[in-house]
């Protein structure tokens, strides 16, 4: 088992930045794929990035690719989202999601593990 607790969210201007934190409970964290997921009002939830085990590998949604950042730091059992050149059409509530495994994955469904999600609101 393992608790995902996310921050960092908030309310930013277009063209701002923000940086999310996952923070994960247990000593196994190492072992955990991560990944990032939102999900905006009317909208199905949708990939944003994951990241491997050891953080060698990463992927990213086409819609954030070059603006945002995922990275992991295992000594501290946390994961960090860095988002850059914030639009509009990013605001949703962001989840952080964990898996056992070792490779980056992309679908919801692989995910076992979520977080209680962070509001992300981007102002035109």
């Known amino acids: 088992q393992v608790q995902l607790v996310e921050s960092g969210g908030g309310l930013v201007q277009a063209g701002g930045s923000l940086r999310l934190s996952c923070a994960a409970s247990?000593?196994?964290?190492?072992?955990?794929?991560m990944g990032w997921f939102r999900q905006a009002p009317g909208k199905e939830r949708e990939f944003v990035a994951s990241?491997?085990?050891?953080?060698?590998?990463?992927s990213y949604a086409d819609s954030v690719k070059g603006r945002f950042t995922l990275s992991r730091d295992n000594a501290k059992n946390t994961v960090f989202l860095q988002m850059n050149s914030l639009k509009p059409e990013d605001t949703a509530v962001y989840y952080c999601?964990?898996?056992?495994?070792?490779?980056?994955?992309?679908?919801?469904?692989?995910?076992?593990?979520w977080g209680q999600g962070t509001q992300v609101t981007v102002s035109s």
């Open positions: 247990g000593r196994t964290f190492s072992t955990y794929v």
């Open positions: 990241i491997s085990r050891s953080g060698s590998m990463t």
């Open positions: 999601a964990a898996v056992s495994g070792f490779t980056v994955r992309v679908a919801a469904r692989q995910y076992d593990y």
